[in-house]
């Protein structure tokens, strides 16, 4: 089973996060960077699916030069190679232009039978990129899933949403979003990180893998960020003593707030 992994270089969770002034486009260099949490989960069930069914993990990172790092973090972990969409014109790309991306570049690959992702990123959290992904191939989509088996050439999970857990299933080949609940991933052991450095890593343009500069970047947006501002200062909040009115006064604060 020849399974993609899609994962995303992301500024730290724990650090100061901000928008540029110039596009509002995320200011990555004013932060950490890591491989995102979410995908070290994916990378992690797609390395259990291959040690099970065997087969080959790829790492398919669309990023800035800078997320070699973490293409190479999930290299180690156990994936088998990985490829590198970079170019300047990527920068201030949407989810729609994203999915049309990945997409391209999962064409030019040999026989892929599975695709595994996040079932969201935490800089953009937009959550729909695996889905959208999916109706780009034609492939069938089993998102937030909190478990995955495959037999033969049936993938079936646990969904888990607000509404409750169901059983979906699909034939391969199939896009599948994971959640946190999925597993714990694994450490690179030292053994592993030394393995990374020589595993192959191709790097593709825009134009080796077919794509069009007016389809992705702020040009090729649909979506774009027009005006941001930092979060204003924490003040004070309203104290409130009981006079045998207190209940009173609250319920008009909310309802001041329109909170009730």
């Not at 909190?146 to 993938?155: F, N, P």
Request: aromatic share 2%; hydrophobic share 40%; glycine share 8%.
């Amino acid at each position: 089973m020849n399974i993609v992994v899609l994962v995303k270089q992301v500024p730290d969770t724990w650090s100061e996060r901000k928008l540029s002034d110039s596009d509002h486009t995320l200011d990555r260099a004013s932060a950490d960077v890591v491989l995102d949490e979410i995908n070290e989960r994916a990378v992690e069930e797609a390395l259990l699916a291959k040690e099970a069914h065997g087969g080959e993990v790829t790492v398919l990172c669309m990023g800035p030069d800078g997320a070699s790092d973490a293409i190479r973090k999930a290299l180690s972990m156990g994936a088998d190679k990985a490829v590198h969409l970079t170019d300047e014109a990527l920068h201030g790309t949407d989810a729609v232009g994203t999915a049309k991306a990945l997409a391209k570049v999962i064409g030019t690959l040999d026989s892929v039978d599975m695709i595994i992702a996040g079932n969201e990123s935490t800089d953009g959290r937009s959550g729909a990129v695996p889905a959208m992904l999916a109706e780009l191939l034609g492939w069938p989509q089993l998102t937030y899933a909190r478990s995955l088996s495959v037999e033969g050439s049936t993938v079936s999970i646990e969904r888990e949403t607000d509404a409750g857990v169901t059983s979906v299933r699909a034939e391969l080949p199939t896009v599948v979003s994971v959640t946190e609940k999925i597993n714990e991933p694994r450490y690179p052991s030292f053994k592993g990180i030394m393995a990374a450095k020589k595993k192959p890593v191709s790097t593709l343009a825009l134009a080796d893998a077919g794509i069009e500069a007016e389809e992705v970047g702020l040009s090729g947006a649909l979506t774009q960020m027009v005006s941001s501002a930092p979060a204003p200062p924490k003040e004070a909040g309203q104290q409130v003593t009981d006079e045998g009115d207190g209940g009173t006064r609250i319920v008009e604060f909310l309802s001041g707030k329109n909170l009730v």
